[in-house]
Each structure stands twice: as structure tokens, then as C-alpha cells.
């Protein structure tokens, strides 16, 4: 077998500057109206938290790792910069009532932008924002459903 010196698809190199800014856009997503949670969850300080969102410093690895135990997708769009996505390797069923009134919710959100015969800008980023955790809802399901095949 011949040895690969290059990949399929190469990551590419990222500024600490564009990282900066898609980490303060992750945070200041997932911690709306939550900081406080956010930074007892991460055992920071929201002084921390600021810092990161307008960019004056970058958390250490650690704490940016951590925010994740806070929201699986609060490092989205950082990975999405180097091209990649994570998910947990064992994905934890959400309870299924929760995700039924879920994805109602974001069906009932979706028709009202559409109510104008037009999707904005501001509607497809709260779209997004609700969308979010109901994929990981269902992706728990698949997952579960994944392993009862296995099985």
C-alpha cells in the first residue's frame, strides 16, 4: 500500500483573529440571556466571558473544551471555520415529549416567518438558534435507533 503524504481535504490554517471572532460569536450565542449559568457551568467569571465575546482575549483551550459540557454546539462555528463539526460519541436521548414540543415550537416559529411570504435575516438566525438543540434531539434518537440495529 502506497503512503498518503496529503490529505483528501486539507484544514485550513485559521488567524488567531478569525478564531477570536467565531468563538465570541459561538459564546454570544449560546449565553444569551444565560451568562451567569454559562460562567458558574464553566467556573469562570463573566469578566471572562466579556473579554471572549468582544474579543480582548481568547479563553484557554480548557475553558473553550468546557463551554461545551454548557451547550454541545457552543463551539460551532469555531469548528465550522476549519471546516469540521463535532458531535458526542454517545448520544443521550433527550425525553421524548420535550423534543415533540420542540420541534412543534420551531414548526409554529417557521410558519410565522413565512407568514409574509418571506423568510429575513433576523428570522432565519432565531430559526437557526432554535433548530440547534432540536437536531441534536433527533440525532439522540438516531443514535439510540443505531444501536438498537447493532444490537
Known amino acids: 500500500m502506497t503512503h498518503r503524504t496529503s490529505q483528501v481535504r486539507a484544514i485550513r490554517m485559521c488567524s488567531r483573529t478569525e478564531v477570536s471572532g467565531k468563538l465570541a460569536a459561538s459564546w454570544a450565542r449560546i449565553s ?4 451567569g449559568d ?4 464553566l467556573d469562570i467569571s463573566t469578566k471572562t466571558i466579556d473579554r471572549a465575546l468582544i474579543g480582548e482575549t481568547l479563553p484557554g483551550l480548557d475553558t473553550a473544551l468546557n463551554s461545551l ?17 463535532i458531535k458526542p460519541l454517545i ?12 420541534l ?6 417557521f410558519a410565522a416567518a413565512l407568514s409574509d411570504g418571506q423568510r429575513d435575516h433576523r428570522e432565519t438566525l432565531q430559526l437557526a438558534d432554535m433548530i440547534r438543540p432540536v437536531m441534536a434531539m433527533l440525532s439522540a434518537i438516531c443514535a439510540e435507533a443505531d444501536a438498537v440495529r447493532a444490537a
Request: glycine content about 6%; proline content about 2%; charged content about 15%.
Open 91 to 102: 448520544a443521550a436521548p433527550s425525553n421524548d415529549l420535550t423534543t415533540i414540543s420542540s
Open 38 to 41: 454559562f460562567a458558574d457551568k
Open 32 to 35: 444569551a440571556g444565560h451568562k
Open 104 to 109: 412543534s415550537n420551531l414548526v409554529g416559529q
Open 69 to 85: 459540557a454548557f451547550d454541545v454546539t457552543a463551539l460551532d462555528e469555531v469548528f465550522a471555520l476549519y471546516g469540521l463539526s
